[in-house]
């Protein structure tokens, strides 16, 4: 039997198994389990062929407009998880679950991120963060 999860790169297998994704039948990754409803959240083609960081947006289900926002800036933000004893940890990209802005030091929970559901109010809190940078 073929091993799909062989096609994607090394975080986007690690994210697969943070967040427990399995393969149904058609092709489409999805979170199982036997208490809940199936969640799906894309298809095998569509993670070969986007970045873990829109996989991770998927999952968090954001909307395409913040998507390519953060693809274009994710040179301004570092990936960050909590941990209750440690406080904020920096982690790597699969393992994301909050977002620092270097410049401002403003940590986004990507939960609340979703919250966030008229497009101006999206470009006023980016220009907000920007405002913090230097420039150029």
């Not at 790169?9 to 999805?30: A, F, G, H, M, T």
């Not at 998927?58 to 926002?69: D, Q, S, V």
Request: charged fraction near 25%.
């Amino acid at each position: 039997m073929y091993n799909y999860i062989n096609d994607l790169n090394k975080d986007k297998q690690n994210l697969i198994n943070k967040y427990s994704l399995v393969l149904n039948d058609d092709l489409i990754w999805e979170f199982n389990h036997t208490k809940y409803f199936k969640v799906k959240y894309f298809s095998h083609k569509f993670a070969i062929k986007h970045s873990t960081l829109t996989l991770l947006f998927h999952i968090y289900k954001l909307c395409y407009a913040k998507i390519k926002y953060f693809e274009s800036n994710f040179s301004k933000y570092d990936p960050y998880i909590y941990n209750y004893q440690s406080g904020f940890i920096k982690c790597e990209l699969y393992d994301m679950e909050f977002i620092k802005h270097k410049y401002s030091d403003t940590f986004i929970d990507l939960r609340n991120l979703n919250k966030i559901k008229n497009i101006q109010e999206f470009k006023s809190f980016c220009n907000y963060l920007e405002n913090f940078e230097p420039k150029l």
